[in-house]
């Protein structure tokens, strides 16, 4: 007995005791890793490889870079103060030549009309008219006189701006911002400043939505807490109902409801209480209407499950302490569901914001959120370097919101003194 | 009538004719009448499913009498809400707020009634120090150990002086040393500060220790209330021997009763003189009622005058250290047992035929199991 602990002793003092736990442990953990494997890969492929992806679109700028070649190369000393030199025309009419004739010179265009409008027509005019390579030295001069645009310094800044490899002008764009002649960042011209009210409309429906969820929601999920088993169980039925049924099926439930010609409307009239029909769609109310029914099971469930672990003896200790019902919901119970309040809510919030559908359908013009012109950019104008950038801005603001939460709950968490 | 309203008025807490039914077809408690004066350690002890939990339940508030009334310092308090009763509790699995610090639960009480920050302090640390937790004010409740936490329940359920304390098998989730322990601290508190409490527990060790009255509940009634020595030295039942305490039954008929005493023919044959306690007169079936310590093994087989003798078979010993204890079969009960000095057992062997003896006042002719 005691040589045997003489022994463990020596073992010890030879391998540290953590190294020899990490090396019990390590088959268990190669299994478990083994488990994850599957889903780790999954993940890899269908959710991080995307994302990824969609970052460097929103950044990566390759049409001019590729189209003009020579163009991008001799601007790279470019000062920006005058118009260039005749090298640079030279290398622009050959660029033009070779694209026309690989039919890729709308690729180029297309991206340098993002950064000066208008500069679709300056190329393909010059295309058009660039019938021979200019002779040597006079590049400049049959340029300028195909359009004399060719002789201001903006649509050099915008080639220049637009050769890549790497640019902000997309993230800037989706800010509302741009640059100036001179490359410093300013506010974007009014007409086209658009995407912070979106942003702003997009976080506003997105919290109406949250709010309306946790004040519908949580009577509900004190209810099923509450409730004898059996009655709880039926109840929970009719809130994963909604599950069962399409996202597309139930709003289009709602164009039903709401529309003039609805059951809303006819009641009313029937009824007699309005004699025109209310306005209660494809506009901010229905949006708000829609999304808060589509979402509310996504608040109910969290605050459910923290309602259900707190033990009814809390409000009867409460009461046997002299807190009034009001009092003890208030500083006992209340307090100990924040975990599930703040689970839903970033759970509704962050669903909300990326809500695309169901706006599109039951908003007005006004209501739509900013998923919508991610959709509208990606399928409609095929400007993938913008709807990238809005993306990635929604992104930001998502994850800044996730972290966020997870100081709060881990805040709580500390405060909340669980044990480990 | 006079020594009645004397009661009343010493009472802090009666329980008039009240009875409890969930489903409307069964009582849970079944007209109870219960006075408990003031400064007393009352214990209601009973299996699960007595009464006990839905009496004290009722006294909280938290329950509401199907009828009858409670009073508490002469108020009927049968439509007051809890938080109104003034009455402190301690719970079952100690309910302390699992966000709230050690300090903020303690203080919970005062700081409802809206008492001054400086006196929640005040009577915050003195109760901290009356259950030596003061350095761990700051600790949230799941960082203590169960011990811990039992004694910040206790604090919290005293800190605001209320005129009762209930207390729901507080002790049940502890381990056996630590229970003992906890035992001794909550008597000599309810000693040093006089309060009321009213105690539930099933377990009859714990009730033995603490109490100053017991209160046995089965089926919905009290079957008798009375000091814990009276309680197991004097039952006035069947369940309430066989519930305190170990317990021999012999089963049998009464032949007749004389001043008290009445001789009972066991249905194995042979005959016995006990108290006559709880027997409905010549001819009806009676359990004898005989606690294992008044029974000896007579050396010589020969019975001292006025005492009982009756045959009996070894059928095991048992060695307990203190003491050892010697099963036996006796008039058809197979498990009888025989408290024996430690040491005693030696001599006995399974099979073994020997003759017990007991006194007619150690054994009590109650009503049939």
Redesign the interface.
Known sequence: MTAAFVAGADASSEVPLKRRLKRAERTRRLKALALILPLLLFLLFTFLGPIAGMLWRSVDDWEVRQVLPHTVAALADWDGKDVPGEPTFAALAGDIRTARDAGTIAIASKRLNYALNGFRTIMSGTARNLKTLPEPGTAKDTLIGINPAWGERATWVAIKGASGPLTSFYLLGALDLTRNLDGAIVAAPEEQAIYRDVFGRTFTISLGVTVLCLILGFPVAYMLATLPTGQSNVLMIFVLLPFWTSLLVRTCAWIVVLQSEGIVNDSLRWIGLIDEPLRLIYNRFGVYVAMTHVLLPFMILPLYSSMRSI?P??M??????????V??FL??YL??TVPGIGAGSLLVFILAIGYYITPALVGGAADQMISYFIAFYTTETVNWGLASALGAVLLLATLLLAVVYGKLVHGQQV?????N | MDGGMVTTAQALVRFVGVQKTYDGEHLVVKNLDLDIKKGEFVTLLGPSGSGKTTTLMML???EVPTHGDIYLADRPIKNM?????????V???Y?????L?IEENVA??LT??KMSRSEVKERVRSALRMIKLETLAH?????LSGGQQQRVALA??LV?NPQLV?MDEPLGALDKRLREHMQLEIKQLHETMGITVVYVTHDQSEALTMSDRIAVFNDGIVQQIDKPDALYERPVNSFVANFIGENNVLAGTVENIEQGFCRVALASGGSVVAQAVNVAGAGAATALSVRPERVSILTDGQAPDGMNALPAHVQDTIYLGDHALAVLKVAGNGEFMVKLPPGAHAGLSHGQSVSIGFRPEDCRALDPV
Request: a positive charge; glycine letters at 10%.
């Open positions: 033990s003896a809390y009867r200790a409460a009461a046997s302490l002299g807190a009034s019902p009092t003890a500083r006992i307090p100990q405060t909340g003194g669980m044990k | 909280a508030g938290f809400p809890p938080h109104k009763r003034d009455i402190g509790m719970f079952q699995n309910a302390l707020f699992p966000h610090t919970f009480p409802v009634r600790r949230h409740p799941g960082q919290r359920a605001f209930l």
